[in-house]
T-cell receptor, first 115, second 113 residues
Framework: AQTVTQSQPEMSVQEAETVTLSCTYDTSESNYYLFWYKQPPSRQMILVIRQEAYKQQNATENRFSVNFQKAAKSFSLKISDSQLGDTAMYFCAFMWRGGSEKLVFGKGMKLTVNP | NAGVTQTPKFQVLKTGQSMTLQCAQDMNHNSMYWYRQDPGMGLRLIYYSASEGTTDKGEVPNGYNVSRLNKREFSLRLESAAPSQTSVYFC????????????FGPGTRLTVT
């Protein structure tokens, strides 16, 4: 069974600074997707970024980028130029492509951006 | 295009009562999912439906039933609510064969007293 671990339950950062959120996962599969979802106080789940395991290049989306280390089974999210609107819960998630397409989530991490 | 909608947004039940959470999507997605979110636990899959007419158990199915009424709608039923089912429930959908992104509804906060 796949598992996703987010070992830091909470972090804070000053506005405009850079912060990195860590995530590790455990799987014996080779073909999968990894995701970071953001959940602001509104409770809405919002996709931040996606990484296909077969791609060596790290995904980027504006201020958000990942450091995907497949051999180490590590998938960290870097947020550059942090903004107050980045304050949210962040969830790392795994999906095996060959299976039933279920998302397995980590327990989440609360990020607070301070002015 | 409303995306994924859920009703109700909030609900309070007494132990033993039953209720159905409704979910609908207007994106022509094949797959639909029900998750529950508890503090410190992330989101856990209750049931999913890979396509119209099929449903399968997820990680925490006990105490729940589902119905994939048609391609658009996927309901979650609590037959006899228990305090342990107090949670926030999310419905999600996904287009099969796509980039595997799941789109989430706004959630239902359920309290069982």
């Amino acid at each position: 069974a796949q598992t996703v671990t987010q070992s830091q339950p909470e972090m804070s950062v000053q506005e405009a600074e850079t912060v990195t959120l860590s995530c590790t996962y455990d799987t014996s599969e080779s073909n999968y997707y990894l995701f970071w979802y953001k959940q602001p106080p509104s409770r809405q789940m919002i996709l931040v970024i996606r990484q296909e395991a077969y791609k060596q290049q790290n995904a980027t989306e504006n201020r958000f980028s990942v450091n995907f280390q497949k051999a180490a089974k590590s998938f960290s999210l870097k947020i550059s130029d942090s903004q107050l609107g980045d304050t949210a819960m962040y969830f790392c998630a795994f999906m095996w492509r060959g299976g039933s397409e279920k998302l397995v989530f980590g327990k989440g991490m609360k990020l607070t951006v301070n002015p | 295009n409303a995306g994924v909608t859920q009703t109700p947004k909030f609900q309070v039940l007494k132990t033993g009562q039953s209720m159905t959470l409704q979910c609908a999507q207007d994106m022509n997605h094949n797959s639909m999912y029900w998750y529950r979110q508890d503090p410190g636990m992330g989101l856990r899959l209750i049931y999913y439906s890979a396509s119209e007419g099929t449903t399968d158990k997820g990680e925490v199915p006990n105490g729940y039933n589902v119905s994939r009424l048609n391609k658009r709608e996927f309901s979650l039923r609590l037959e006899s609510a228990a305090p342990s089912q107090t949670s926030v429930y999310f419905c999600a959908s996904r287009l099969a064969g796509s980039t595997y992104e799941q789109y989430f509804g706004p959630g239902t906060r359920l309290t069982v007293t």
